[in-house]
């Protein structure tokens, strides 16, 4: 799977949106980028994941650069309970069942603090 | 989404002990996997649970050490065996969701060896 690259820290503003950046300058035309994130003394939370089309579900909005060397989670309001580390995981396929297709392979992350 | 239940939260235990994890899912999932998350580290995947059969190991994770069980669709334990203050960490219990595409996790057990 291929290499993502992601700022260790970010801090944002109560209220106003959160961009988080990552680069997977290496990802394959058949790899998905997922974003989970992991509040302190939870497990990880899935977000939202994408191929190619930026998507938005309730939690957050992804845009994926056209040449999909890079992508943006954006939290478009966030808020305190939004504090987390956010994970950016490229992996083949959308599918997770199937041969080794189930794996998801945790970076560090970057540590998102939201501030009053 | 289902919800995954991991019990214990935390323990503290002693050198050379050993310490079960149990983890219970509210419907059937097909995937069950067990991670580990040590101090100021990401999440590591020791073994994919296998309903019935033996579970599946990554490298450098052995059943002799993490044995872990599903008997069921809904049920998986992990055993920390022979415990050591390097098994100090987080493990976490996940199951893949209906839809294929994603996993949910567990809370997690914080085991602390003394």
């Known amino acids: 799977d291929a290499k993502t690259t992601q700022p260790p820290s970010m801090d944002c503003a109560e209220g106003r949106a959160a961009n988080l950046p990552c680069n997977h300058s290496t990802i394959s035309g058949n790899e998905y980028v997922y974003w989970y994130r992991q509040i302190h003394s939870q497990g990880p939370q899935y977000i939202i994941h994408g191929l190619k089309n930026n998507e938005t579900n309730e939690m957050a909005s992804l845009i994926i650069t056209e040449d999909r060397k890079s992508s943006t989670l954006i939290l478009p309001h966030a808020t305190l309970r939004d504090t987390a580390v956010y994970y950016c995981?490229?992996?083949?396929?959308?599918?997770?069942?199937?041969?080794?297709?189930?794996?998801?392979?945790f970076g560090k992350g970057t540590l998102l603090t939201v501030n009053p | 989404s289902a919800v995954i239940s991991q019990k214990p939260s935390r323990d503290i235990c002693q050198r050379g002990t050993s310490l079960t994890i149990q983890c219970q899912v509210d419907?059937?999932?097909?995937?069950m996997f067990w991670y580990r998350q040590q101090p100021g580290q990401s999440l590591t995947l020791i073994a994919t649970a296998n309903q019935g059969s033996e579970a599946t190991y990554e490298s450098g994770f052995v059943i002799d050490k993490f044995p872990i069980s599903r008997p069921n669709l809904t049920f998986s334990t992990l055993t920390v065996s022979n415990m050591s203050p390097e098994d100090s960490s987080i493990y976490l219990c996940s199951g893949l969701d209906g839809t294929d595409t994603k996993l949910f996790f567990g809370s997690g057990t914080q085991l602390s060896v003394l």
């Open positions: 995981i490229v992996r083949v396929g959308g599918l997770l069942r199937g041969g080794s297709n189930y794996k998801l392979t």
């Open positions: 419907s059937q999932v097909t995937m």
